[in-house]
């Protein structure tokens, strides 16, 4: 079992930055693809970034390419993501997730374990 938190969530103006932190207990994530994904009020919820077990892949969705950056240490057993340039349309709660296939991975259905989210809110 893997239990996942996230940290680093809250308010910021436009165009600043927030740095999002994932730790998890239980097991290393060394060995996990781990992804963060994102909802929006009234939205579904989507991905945003993913990093392979050795962190050697990312991916991004297309509306946080060059404002984002997903990272690992698997010593630690956290996944960071930088996201610079924030937008309003960036306002959600911001999940960690944790694959066991190892892989980087936009697929929903390969997560197995999630966080309980973090608040990231935008003004404009």
């Known amino acids: 079992q893997v239990q996942l938190v996230e940290s680093g969530g809250g308010l910021v103006q436009a165009g600043g930055s927030l740095r999002l932190s994932c730790a998890a207990s239980g097991r290393t994530l060394s060995t996990y693809g781990m992804g963060w994904f994102r909802q929006a009020p009234g939205k579904e919820r989507e991905f945003v970034a993913t990093?392979?077990?050795?962190?050697?892949?990312?991916y991004y969705v297309d509306s946080v390419k060059g404002r984002f950056t997903i990272s690992r240490d698997n010593a630690k057993s956290t996944v960071n993501l930088q996201m610079n340039s924030l937008k309003p349309q960036d306002t959600a709660v911001y999940y960690c997730?944790?694959?066991?296939?190892?892989?980087?991975?936009?697929?929903?259905?390969?997560?197995?374990?999630w966080g309980q989210g973090t608040q990231v809110t935008v003004s404009s």
């Open positions: 990093i392979s077990w050795s962190g050697g892949s990312t």
């Open positions: 997730a944790a694959s066991p296939f190892g892989r980087a991975t936009m697929t929903f259905r390969e997560y197995t374990y």
